[in-house]
């Protein structure tokens, strides 16, 4: 194990609800009218623990590293629970975090001269940290997020624990990472407006960091592309229950099915036909207690994930119910030369053991009774 030369100042803030509004489908939770209802939907927090376990993975440097946070579930308790004695900085409301609370600690961060910011979040924590640093000092997201658009982010926890660990340890590079976003209230309309709003520092090791969300070529043969999977796939499907999760691929399903699709939801189909429109985690728990079905998948173009990136209603308990064999995967050849060739398709559901059950080659719908075997990966 290599030693430090001096002992490392690392910053740690946590946004303890971001990735809320993912498993009851509300696409985000940008807002407190919007956080107020996942909570009533019985939305869980999901930042909290995803910090600790990228955390733990810095307990090599434990005795050379100095962590610096915000109180409570803002990166204290995350801290503590892996194992650290933190330095606090500031208050906060424990009942009402707010991004002013994320500028606040960055703030106290960049006085302290830290080496490194590693927070919690999603692509509006990545914007709340850019107001304030700019690139004047590395960050690192560990995605927590529903919608993570930006390139400032490891690729799950552990990757992000990993890549901290290297770079405090000089093994890594700096490179600029877009910070982007979207508008929420017009995602859950199914528009997507995405906007990029700068670029932070940001430590780099290939295949450790996420690139930016691209998204599918709006040009003619890749739209035939897609009505060529679709028409495929509509042709092999029974009269069973599927599950469309987001995405134009998929939408492409739902035209030749001549049936209307949430864009950037997840739809219950049945014979053709839709049952249930912008299903959430319990919605397709329930369908699950008394019926077999399938999910029909994209990946994100220029990312790659297929799970845990904008479809979170895909939960672990949802794709252990319905099995790795009932899953459907639609990806265009020029959305897998955006993800890159040789590079696995991605999976982050939050439950390494899905990931694992998820894990090895898996054939992928490419054309018209056209297939690849692409392998998945955490």
């Known amino acids: 194990m290599k030693k430090l030369p001096r002992k490392k100042n690392l910053g740690v803030v946590v946004n303890p609800i971001a990735g809320m509004g993912g498993r009851v489908g509300l696409k985000g939770t940008d807002g407190k009218d919007i956080l107020q209802q996942a909570i009533e939907l019985g939305a869980e927090k999901q930042s909290p623990k995803r910090a600790t376990e990228a955390l733990e993975l810095l307990k090599p440097i434990q005795n050379e590293l100095q962590v610096i946070t915000a109180p409570g579930e803002m990166g204290e308790n995350e801290a503590r629970s892996a194992g650290f004695q933190p330095e606090i900085v500031g208050t906060i409301d424990t009942e009402n975090t707010t991004a002013e609370d994320t500028v606040s600690a960055c703030t106290e961060f960049l006085k302290r001269e830290v080496d490194l910011i590693l927070f919690a979040g999603g692509d509006g924590t990545a914007r709340d940290i850019f107001k304030v640093v700019g690139t004047d000092t590395p960050v690192l997201g560990i995605p927590t997020g529903v919608k993570i658009h930006s390139s400032v982010f490891a690729i799950n926890p552990k990757r992000a624990g990993k890549l901290a660990l290297l770079y405090l340890q000089g093994d890594a590079i700096l490179r600029e990472g877009e910070v982007m976003d979207i508008d929420e209230e017009a995602f859950r309309s ?74 950037l939801g997840v739809d219950v189909v049945k014979a053709g036909r839709v049952i249930h429109k912008d ?100």
């Open 190 to 263: 199914d528009r997507v407006s995405a906007r990029l709003f700068g670029y932070m520092q940001t430590p780099y090791r290939k295949r450790l960091v996420q690139p930016a969300k691209s998204g599918t070529p709006a040009i003619p043969d890749e739209r035939q592309k897609q009505k060529d999977i679709a028409e495929y796939l509509v042709e092999k499907m029974d009269s069973g229950m599927y599950f469309l999760g987001p995405g134009s691929t998929v939408k492409a399903v739902a035209d030749v099915l001549n049936i209307e699709k949430t864009l």
């Open 279 to 378: 299903a959430n985690e319990d919605d397709l728990l329930g369908f699950l207690s008394k019926n077999k079905a399938s999910i029909v998948v994209t990946p994100i173009g220029g990312q790659g994930f297929v799970f845990g990136r904008g479809n979170q209603q895909f939960s672990p308990d949802v794709i252990r119910y319905v099995g790795r064999s009932q899953i459907i995967i639609l990806a265009t050849p020029g959305k897998l030369a955006s993800i890159g060739l040789g590079i696995p398709l991605r999976v982050d559901t939050g439950s390494s053991e899905v990931d694992t059950l998820l894990s090895g080659y898996i054939r992928v719908i490419t054309g018209y009774a056209e297939e690849a075997m692409v392998e998945l990966r955490p």
